[in-house]
């Protein structure tokens, strides 16, 4: 899980990397292609169906996850780099909102504290972002992270169907490809890429997709729970990589709003 914390960072540089010359739009483009190709042929080669009784439910999750990724990705080419990752690991956060919300489940009084000081640490993260006129990457930042928990909920009930974990991730880079087309050819925001554009879109496709195996990986031969918490690490690295990258300012209230953030995704994982 740590290769895939540092993985998904790296995919952030590379992202803010690639939006000098490319939208945040094709990014989600040639990111989710990149991953129909990954998927899809060695999946085509091993003779696996694709067709499946529950696509109703991939579509769903697809187009949410879309809406999250696109958001995130914005969110990444306009804030500084550990405040985008931040406001989009509120996922577990809005996941066990939602889990309340819209399944009944119950929260522990423990969880309630921490989903409290969480998004007090939104708050507190989010206020230079307002002031600075960056409230729009700031708003999409963290829908993102309210969407990839809506996401994260059809991926149970996905797997509750008994849908294979390659078929889960083959929909959704296949809506978000056909989403991403959609939306530049509504938009004509579209240009062919250079050579640096097409190194930066190589290193989204590959560090996502590297990060994707090595988190399936962690989850299925060490403990969920350590995992989901090592997974916090992205905030991390991306931090440490914004500052070293960027020289990206990282006040005290920017911290103390990172770790209230961090801290509360894991005790609400815990729920």
């Known amino acids: 899980m740590v290769v895939a914390a540092l993985l998904f960072a790296q995919m952030g540089v590379f992202v803010k990397l690639g939006s000098a010359t490319l939208s945040s739009v094709e990014l989600v483009?040639?990111?989710?292609?990149?991953?129909?190709?990954?998927?899809?042929?060695?999946a085509l080669a091993r003779r696996q169906r694709f067709a499946t009784p529950n696509w109703p439910v991939h579509l769903r999750r697809g187009v949410v996850a879309y809406c999250a990724l696109l958001g995130y990705f914005y969110a990444?080419?306009?804030l500084p780099l550990s405040t985008a990752v931040t406001l989009n690991y509120t996922s577990p956060m809005f996941l066990a909102l939602l889990s309340v919300l819209l399944l009944r489940e119950r929260l522990r009084?423990?969880?309630l504290v921490a989903l409290a000081a969480g998004f007090?640490?939104?708050?507190?993260?989010?206020?230079?972002?307002l002031a600075a006129d960056a409230w729009l990457a700031g708003v999409l930042g963290l829908?993102?992270?309210?969407?990839?928990?809506?996401?994260?909920?059809?991926?149970?009930?996905?797997?509750?169907?008994?849908?294979p974990e390659w078929r889960v991730v083959f929909f959704f880079a296949l809506v978000s490809t056909i989403g991403g087309a959609?939306?530049?050819?509504?938009?004509?925001?579209?240009?062919?890429?250079?050579?640096?554009?097409?190194?930066?879109?190589?290193g989204v496709g590959l560090t996502a997709t590297l990060a994707q195996l090595a988190m399936t990986r962690a989850y299925k031969v060490g403990s969920k729970l350590f995992a989901a918490n090592l997974s916090y690490l992205t905030v991390v690295f991306s931090t440490l990589l914004g500052v070293g990258l960027w020289g990206e300012p990282l006040p005290?209230?920017?911290?103390?709003?990172?770790?209230?953030?961090?801290?509360?995704?894991?005790?609400a994982g815990r729920r």
């Open 182 to 202: 959609l939306m530049i050819s509504l938009t004509g925001d579209w240009q062919m890429p250079d050579r640096d554009a097409w190194l930066a879109i190589a």
């Open 29 to 42: 483009f040639w990111r989710s292609l990149f991953g129909v190709v990954l998927i899809g042929v060695p």
């Open 252 to 267: 005290v209230s920017s911290i103390a709003a990172i770790v209230l953030i961090v801290v509360s995704g894991i005790v």
């Open 143 to 163: 829908s993102s992270g309210l969407l990839a928990g809506w996401s994260y909920l059809q991926v149970r009930e996905l797997g509750r169907r008994g849908e």
């Open 109 to 111: 009084a423990g969880a």
């Open 76 to 78: 990444i080419v306009h």
């Open 120 to 129: 007090a640490g939104v708050v507190l993260l989010l206020r230079p972002t």
